[in-house]
C-alpha cells in the first residue's frame, strides 16, 4: 500500500484534538448552521416584502400572499439545512447517524409545520384586524394583574 495522506493518518491515530484540521462533522455543522441562518433571514424578508405588498393594496388583496414558490423555498431549505445541523449536532452527542436524523427531522420537520400552519391564521389576523390583532402586551397587564 501506499503512504497515507495527512488526513488519513489523524483519522487513524484520532488526533484531530492535537491539529489544527477541523472534523469534517464541525465545518458540516458550521455551514449547515450559517446557511439555515441565511435561508432564515431571505424567508422573513420575502414575507415582510409580501406583508408591505398587501398594505399597498389592501381594497384589492384581501389575504397576505405567503405560499408564493420563492417563500416556500426559502423557508423550505432554511428547514432542511436546520435539520442538518441538528442531526450532525446529535451525532456529535453520541447518536448513531440514523438515530441522530430521526430525532433531528422529528424535532425541525414537526415544528416547521406547526409554524407553517400557524403562519397562515397569524397572516389572517393581521388582514382582519391590523397589527393590534396580534399585539400580546395584554399578557404582560394580566401578570401584573395576576401579581397582586
Known amino acids: 500500500m501506499g503512504q497515507l495522506s495527512l488526513m488519513e493518518s489523524l483519522y487513524l491515530s484520532g488526533e484531530f484534538s492535537r491539529s489544527l484540521v ?17 435561508f432564515g433571514i431571505i424567508f422573513k424578508d420575502k414575507l415582510e416584502y409580501q406583508v408591505a405588498l398587501w398594505q399597498q393594496n389592501r381594497e384589492g388583496q384581501g389575504q397576505i400572499r405567503y405560499r408564493t414558490p420563492g417563500i416556500i423555498l426559502s423557508y423550505t431549505l432554511c428547514n432542511l439545512f436546520a435539520f442538518g445541523f441538528v442531526a450532525a449536532c446529535l451525532h456529535v452527542f453520541g447518536l448513531s447517524l440514523a438515530l441522530a436524523a430521526l430525532v433531528g427531522g422529528i424535532l425541525v420537520f414537526s415544528t416547521a409545520g406547526l409554524i407553517w400552519w400557524r403562519l397562515g391564521s397569524l397572516l389572517e389576523l393581521l388582514a382582519v384586524g391590523g397589527s393590534q390583532a396580534i399585539e400580546l402586551g395584554f399578557l404582560d397587564a394580566e401578570a401584573a394583574v395576576e401579581g397582586e
Open 22 to 38: 477541523n472534523p469534517p462533522i464541525y465545518s458540516a455543522i458550521a455551514l449547515l448552521s450559517f446557511l439555515a441562518i441565511i
